[in-house]
């Protein structure tokens, strides 16, 4: 299996690095105050070719592990057909279980087509978004396999899917468009209610990283979160999670993850400057980053917190070759992008050593 895992991973992080090598430009605005630059695009025929096979490979998993299976057996066996239908018949999410009424009443119930479809959703929101706004293509889909990231989207698929939306808005998120912003939030709040997380994170990232008012507030959060569990039950009684009690009883995450978004955060602070003058919006970046580690450390004590990682993992991932472009040379830079590669590779590969996702696309499990 890890075989398998890693040659998938290779395999599409190699197609995208050819992705790299026919670009095309684009003149873009970075947003008020901050002028123009150009910004080098992947080759877009080979970017739809590699989303058109995450989607397959997503889209016809097998449904043997967690929560896919459960998603098809309410899709197949008590979901009416027809949106409204389906809205009414569900007291929350009901925008994606009204969307799954309705491909239910367009596919005469194939579970085929209700994977296919939400994957392709989701899987095609994110990857056009990297296409668009990353600065590395390669790289942060790289980073996006490798944090597990792909693997959620066929497991968690009504927050995934949420999270997407919210993500389809990363230019509205980096230009301060609160406006734009928070209705894509409206909106995945009817998939996922979690979605509000975004509404505080966006606040707190709009501001300078690395000001002492801002490490005061980090802190307290992390004493918060960790010495305060009636904090933890009146986040998820806002956000209206009654249903998950049940992770209460779970393994909480392990400590590998977050000392590794640790690293990355020294690594941030110490560059800060380099950082900051190559890249002026970096700092917003930086700040997810910061709120995305305090709750992987949060997650080793409730796992819940591992799951509101979701919302902030594709913005990690966009950051990731920022850092690589401002803090290495030109010519270390290919040096630099190897090690963290191997390294992530390697922590995929531990992380998700015992996981088995059967694709009857490839006839493999990965």
Not at 347 to 353: D, Q, T, W
């Amino acid at each position: 299996m890890i075989l398998y895992l890693a040659l998938f991973v290779i395999g599409v992080t190699a197609a995208a690095f050819l992705a790299m090598k026919a670009p095309t430009y684009k003149r873009v605005q970075l947003g008020d105050g901050y002028g123009y630059r150009v910004v080098k695009l992947p080759n877009a025929f080979l970017v739809i070719l590699i989303t058109v096979f995450l989607i397959a490979v997503a889209g016809h998993r097998g449904l043997s592990y967690q929560d896919t299976g459960s998603y098809v057996y309410q899709f197949r066996d008590f979901l009416p057909s027809g949106f409204m239908d389906a809205w009414n018949s569900v007291e929350e999410s009901r925008a994606f279980w009204g969307l799954a009424g309705l491909v239910r009443s367009w596919t005469d119930v194939n579970m085929s087509w209700f994977l296919i479809i939400f994957s392709a959703i989701t899987i095609g929101f994110i990857v056009f978004t990297f296409y668009r706004y990353s600065e590395r293509f390669e790289i942060t889909l790289f980073i996006f396999l490798t944090l597990g990231s792909y693997l959620v989207t066929m497991n968690a698929m009504r927050q995934c899917f949420a999270s997407a939306i919210v993500f389809f808005g990363y230019k509205f998120f980096m230009d301060k468009r609160w406006f734009w912003f928070f209705t894509l939030v409206a909106i995945a709040y009817f998939f996922h209610p979690t979605s509000v997380i975004m509404i505080p994170i966006y606040f707190y990232c709009h501001r300078p990283a690395w000001q002492p008012v801002m490490t005061i507030i980090t802190c307290l959060a992390v004493l918060a979160l960790v010495l305060f569990p009636s904090v933890t039950e009146a986040i998820f009684s806002i956000l209206g999670e009654t249903k998950y009690s049940q992770y209460g009883t779970m393994a909480n995450a392990n400590i590998f993850r977050p000392l590794i978004m640790a690293a990355l955060c020294g690594f941030a602070y110490i560059n800060r400057e380099k950082i900051r003058a190559a890249y002026p919006q970096s700092d917003i970046l930086v700040n997810v980053l910061i709120v995305h580690t305090v709750m992987l450390f949060a997650a080793t004590n409730s796992w819940i917190f591992a799951r509101l990682c979701i919302f902030t993992d594709l913005y990690v991932a966009m950051l990731v070759p920022i850092l690589i472009i401002s803090c290495f040379e030109k010519r270390d830079r290919a040096v630099g992008v190897i090690f963290l590669m191997l390294f992530f590779l390697a922590y995929h590969l531990y992380e998700y050593r015992g996981i088995n996702y059967y694709s009857v696309t490839l006839g493999i499990n990965i």
